[in-house]
T-cell receptor, first 112, second 114 residues
Framework: AQSVAQPEDQVNVAEGNPLTVKCTYS??????LFWYVQYPNRGLQFLLK??????LVKGSYGFEAEFNKSQTSFHLKKPSALVSDSALYFC??????????FGGGTRLMVKP | DVKVTQSSRYLVKRTGEKVFLECVQD?????MFWYRQDPGLGLRLIYF???????EKGDIPEGYSVSREKKERFSLILESASTNQTSMYLC?????????????FGSGTRLTVV
């Protein structure tokens, strides 16, 4: 069965510093991986995805993620954090039947 | 852009009531999903549908049912609401083109059962 783990409930970073939000996955076959962001009382907004191709994926709002097959990881990164990046971030993997299996979410807090 | 609309942002219902959560998408997508979101648990799949009148159980279908009479509309039904169904409910639709996948989520319905 597919699964996604986000080992950190919360990540704290100072504005201007680089940020990393971690994600590891378990899936049979080739993984289709996604990152979403959620602002308070809102739905999920798509950030980026890996289907195939380059291991470094660039997405919205300056975010990027690196697919590492040997470590089964898909960490989300940004070179310079903004206070407005503070939100809840979800990693997900496409399962059989086109379903998305989500991690538990990581709250990112960027402090001025 | 695809738009997924959930009819209510906030709902308060009483225990035992029958509750309908509506979701409409405007891009003729075949696949639609209902998730519930709870702190620390992420999003968990309740039901999904891959075509009109077709439905499949997800990971946590107990206490819920769904209806898909038209392609654009996917309804989640709480047959008899209970307090443990207080949650954020998110609807999503999916397009698939040439092995490319795109999921679009609605803004969510925060349901409180009292």
């Amino acid at each position: 069965a597919q699964s996604v783990a986000q080992p950190e409930d919360q990540v704290n970073v100072a504005e201007g510093n680089p940020l990393t939000v971690k994600c590891t996955y378990s899936v049979s076959g080739n993984p289709y991986l996604f990152w979403y962001v959620q602002y308070p009382n809102r739905g999920l907004q798509f950030l980026l995805k890996y289907i195939t191709g380059d291991n470094l994926v660039k997405g919205s709002y300056g975010f990027e993620a690196e697919f590492n097959k040997s470590q089964t990881s898909f960490h989300l990164k940004k070179p310079s954090a903004l206070v407005s990046d503070s939100a809840l971030y979800f990693c997900a993997v496409k399962s059989a039947g086109n379903m998305l299996t989500f991690g538990g979410g990581t709250r990112l807090m960027v402090k001025p | 852009d695809v738009k997924v609309t959930q009819s209510s942002r906030y709902l308060v219902k009483r225990t035992g009531e029958k509750v309908f959560l509506e979701c409409v998408q405007d891009m003729d997508h075949e696949n639609m999903f209902w998730y519930r979101q709870d702190p620390g648990l992420g999003l968990r799949l309740i039901y999904f549908s891959y075509d009109v009148k077709m439905k499949e159980k997800g990971d946590i279908p107990e206490g819920y049912s769904v209806s898909r009479e038209k392609k654009e509309r996917f309804s989640l039904i709480l047959e008899s609401a209970s307090t443990n169904q207080t949650s954020m409910y998110l609807c999503a639709s999916l397009y698939v083109r040439d092995s490319n996948y795109g999921y679009t989520f609605g803004s969510g319905t925060r349901l409180t059962v009292v």
